[in-house]
């Protein structure tokens, strides 16, 4: 068992980070801090989860939004994706073994990995409107947000969904509302098996160690932590049977990375594009000091006279 | 009757000293400008998104989120005013065997020796480069816009082809951009050009100078115009 989150005292405090603790803002500079924030992270174990929706409800109802209510097409997922109103989701995936011959049921709770290496905030255009804290947490700051989508594009795990109704983008906060006041995640709290456990990076990584080692031992030789280097590490990571097929479980990416054609376009495109567009210019602006302008002279003038006069005349 | 394939409807020669040459009707004009100003605050609304060292653009239109949301809609304005200026310009924009002879002596038309140029018709190879340019990367532009119109056609197309559509037509706003560029400057360096799209008429100098083939198309036609008269008119 690990130790939960103690509740926090009942005065107020000062919050526990903010935007002195920036380390990485959309479209903007940002000098990092001297001193990085204690990383912490939120460890999912797959294989503790009884998918009872429990962290859903909690989002739900810490973050105040109001998901549809949807309609049952035969299968346990509800709402049946991520929605603006609906940061995380319990997907669920029967997959057959084919060593074992046994049905698994493998239920995944989905929302924001808060990546170290973010690909949302790496296609934001709009400064400020994703920020990624010293201590991991990726956040949308919606005041910021002009709901383009380039984040949806961005992110290597389809997570941030756009509002129909104010057009800003919304995903899972990791509850930075509650970690600023010493508070863990609601889904965390709200876990009934600790399948979600939350912590410093470091603490989740070596209780991950434990279960790990707990699950070889009943059989699940490729149990493992899915932490993925492609994107830095998360600070979301799971505890999966199956390590070594992340895809079984409702496809999550097996090496994920910002995807190469994000990279292009914000990067080489980026300066290269306003390269070409300032040389067009400059070479313009070049010819004419060089060449001056092209002027028509008085024998052109005459030439088109002579032209007209002549085949006018009958 | 002319079948000379790039003589307008409303091209036509007014002798005198100096002769001018009507080149453009008020309909192309307007055409014209409209096309032109979109075009403009594409470019700026554009790149506002594209750099962030442009974001602040976005306060020509009232905000980023207000910005987000115009920058399409003019995106279709352009679409079909261009359409416009296409079905008026094409066939003046074919290609002719004297634009091969014209290209190939770039050199003498950038550094103005227009008498060595052969004589070329309404466009010469250079704006019929940006004729062409322009037609092609508008359609791209406006194909892979509506990819990435997010709030209208986001359920059409997977998260893989959004990213692909962003990055061309990125690329193809540099280089319709960088077109213009060139559009913009010749207009200013050739002199005597911009009055066309202004008061809609050239000078007839102008006209011999870098036109003549034009030119001598419309005074046979107007000559022909005269002789070849029925009664009835």
């Given at each position: 068992?690990?130790?939960?989150?103690?509740?926090?005292?009942?005065?107020?405090?000062?919050?526990?980070?903010?935007?002195?603790?920036?380390?990485?803002?959309?479209?903007?500079?940002?000098?990092?801090?001297?001193?990085?924030?204690?990383?912490?992270?939120?460890?999912?174990?797959?294989?503790?989860?009884?998918?009872?929706?429990?962290?859903?409800?909690?989002?739900?109802?810490?973050?105040?939004?109001?998901?549809?209510?949807?309609?049952?097409?035969?299968?346990?997922?509800?709402?049946?994706?991520?929605?603006?109103?609906?940061?995380?989701?319990?997907?669920?995936?029967?997959?057959?073994?084919?060593?074992?011959?046994?049905?698994?049921?493998?239920?995944?709770?989905?929302?924001?990995?808060?990546?170290?290496?973010?690909?949302?905030?790496?296609?934001?255009?709009?400064?400020?409107?994703?920020?990624?804290?010293?201590?991991?947490?990726?956040?949308?700051?919606?005041?910021?947000?002009?709901?383009?989508?380039?984040?949806?594009?961005?992110?290597?795990?389809?997570?941030?969904?756009?509002?129909?109704?104010?057009?800003?983008?919304?995903?899972?906060?990791?509850?930075?509302?509650?970690?600023?006041?010493?508070?863990?995640?609601?889904?965390?709290?709200?876990?009934?098996?600790?399948?979600?456990?939350?912590?410093?990076?470091?603490?989740?990584?070596?209780?991950?160690?434990?279960?790990?080692?707990?699950?070889?031992?009943?059989?699940?030789?490729?149990?493992?932590?899915?932490?993925?280097?492609?994107?830095?590490?998360?600070?979301?990571?799971?505890?999966?049977?199956?390590?070594?097929?992340?895809?079984?479980?409702?496809?999550?990416?097996?090496?994920?990375?910002?995807?190469?054609?994000?990279?292009?376009?914000?990067?080489?495109?980026?300066?290269?594009?306003l390269a070409v567009i300032g040389i067009a210019a400059a070479t313009g602006f070049m010819h004419y000091l060089?060449?001056?302008?092209?002027?028509?002279?008085?024998?052109?003038?005459?030439?088109?006279?002579?032209?007209?006069?002549?085949?006018?005349?009958? | 009757?002319?079948?000379?394939?790039?003589?307008?409807?409303?091209?036509?020669?007014?002798?005198?000293?100096?002769?001018?040459?009507?080149?453009?009707?008020?309909?192309?004009?307007?055409?014209?400008?409209?096309?032109?100003?979109?075009?403009?605050?594409?470019?700026?609304?554009?790149?506002?998104?594209?750099?962030?060292?442009?974001?602040?653009?976005?306060?020509?239109?009232?905000?980023?989120?207000?910005?987000?949301?115009?920058?399409?809609?003019?995106?279709?304005?352009?679409?079909?005013?261009?359409?416009?200026?296409?079905?008026?310009?094409?066939?003046?924009?074919?290609?002719?065997?004297?634009?091969?002879?014209?290209?190939?002596?770039?050199?003498?038309?950038?550094?103005?020796?227009?008498?060595?140029?052969?004589?070329?018709?309404?466009?010469?190879?250079?704006?019929?480069?940006?004729?062409?340019?322009?037609?092609?990367?508008?359609?791209?532009?406006?194909?892979?816009?509506?990819?990435?119109?997010?709030?209208?056609?986001?359920?059409?197309?997977?998260?893989?082809?959004?990213?692909?559509?962003?990055?061309?037509?990125?690329?193809?706003?540099?280089?319709?951009?960088s077109?213009?560029i060139?559009?913009?400057y010749?207009?200013?360096?050739?002199?005597?050009?911009?009055?066309?799209?202004?008061?809609?008429?050239?000078?007839?100098?102008?006209?011999?100078?870098?036109?003549?083939?034009?030119?001598?198309?419309?005074?046979?036609?107007?000559?022909?115009?005269?002789?070849?008269?029925?009664?009835?008119?």
């Amino acid at each position: 068992m690990f130790q939960p989150v103690p509740n926090p005292s009942t005065r107020p405090e000062p919050p526990k980070f903010g935007d002195q603790d920036l380390i990485r803002r959309s479209a903007s500079t940002v000098t990092p801090p001297a001193q990085r924030q204690t990383e912490v992270a939120k460890l999912i174990d797959v294989s503790k989860c009884i998918g009872c929706k429990a962290c859903q409800s909690a989002c739900i109802e810490w973050n105040d939004t109001h998901p549809e209510i949807g309609i049952n097409t035969g299968v346990y997922d509800n709402p049946h994706d991520l929605t603006p109103d609906m940061f995380t989701l319990m997907r669920f995936s029967e997959w057959e073994n084919p060593e074992t011959n046994n049905l698994e049921w493998l239920i995944r709770k989905d929302g924001c990995m808060h990546c170290e290496d973010p690909g949302c905030l790496k296609a934001c255009p709009a400064p400020g409107a994703i920020v990624q804290y010293s201590n991991g947490i990726v956040d949308f700051v919606h005041e910021n947000c002009i709901g383009c989508g380039y984040c949806i594009k961005g992110c290597p795990f389809n997570i941030p969904r756009i509002s129909k109704v104010d057009h800003t983008a919304y995903k899972c906060t990791l509850c930075s509302d509650r970690l600023a006041v010493g508070q863990g995640p609601a889904c965390a709290k709200a876990c009934p098996t600790q399948a979600i456990v939350f912590g410093t990076k470091e603490e989740m990584k070596q209780h991950a160690e434990g279960r790990i080692t707990d699950l070889k031992s009943r059989g699940f030789a490729n149990a493992g932590l899915y932490d993925p280097p492609g994107v830095g590490g998360t600070h979301v990571m799971y505890v999966l049977h199956h390590a070594d097929k992340p895809e079984i479980y409702a496809d999550l990416p097996n090496n994920p990375r910002i995807s190469p054609i994000v990279e292009a376009w914000k990067g080489v495109t980026k300066y290269a594009g306003l390269a070409v567009i300032g040389i067009a210019a400059a070479t313009g602006f070049m010819h004419y000091l060089v060449s001056g302008p092209n002027r028509v002279s008085e024998a052109d003038e005459e030439a088109a006279e002579k032209l007209t006069g002549e085949e006018r005349r009958p | 009757m002319s079948t000379d394939y790039d003589v307008g409807k409303g091209d036509k020669i007014h002798a005198g000293k100096p002769v001018t040459v009507d080149r453009y009707t008020p309909g192309a004009r307007v055409n014209h400008w409209i096309t032109a100003t979109s075009l403009v605050l594409l470019a700026l609304s554009g790149l506002a998104l594209f750099h962030p060292a442009l974001f602040f653009l976005t306060e020509l239109f009232g905000g980023g989120p207000l910005t987000r949301v115009i920058h399409p809609w003019i995106g279709v304005l352009l679409f079909f005013s261009f359409f416009g200026l296409f079905l008026r310009f094409w066939k003046a924009n074919l290609w002719k065997r004297e634009d091969g002879t014209w290209l190939a002596r770039i050199r003498d038309v950038l550094t103005g020796h227009d008498e060595r140029l052969p004589e070329v018709g309404k466009y010469n190879a250079g704006q019929k480069f940006v004729f062409w340019a322009m037609s092609v990367l508008i359609i791209v532009l406006i194909t892979t816009g509506i990819v990435i119109w997010d709030q209208y056609f986001f359920e059409f197309t997977t998260i893989g082809q959004k990213r692909w559509a962003v990055l061309v037509h990125s690329i193809a706003a540099i280089v319709i951009i960088s077109v213009w560029i060139i559009h913009v400057y010749a207009a200013i360096w050739v002199r005597g050009t911009i009055r066309a799209m202004t008061r809609g008429s050239v000078s007839g100098g102008w006209a011999w100078r870098h036109h003549r083939k034009w030119l001598r198309e419309l005074v046979a036609k107007s000559s022909k115009g005269k002789s070849g008269r029925t009664p009835a008119e």
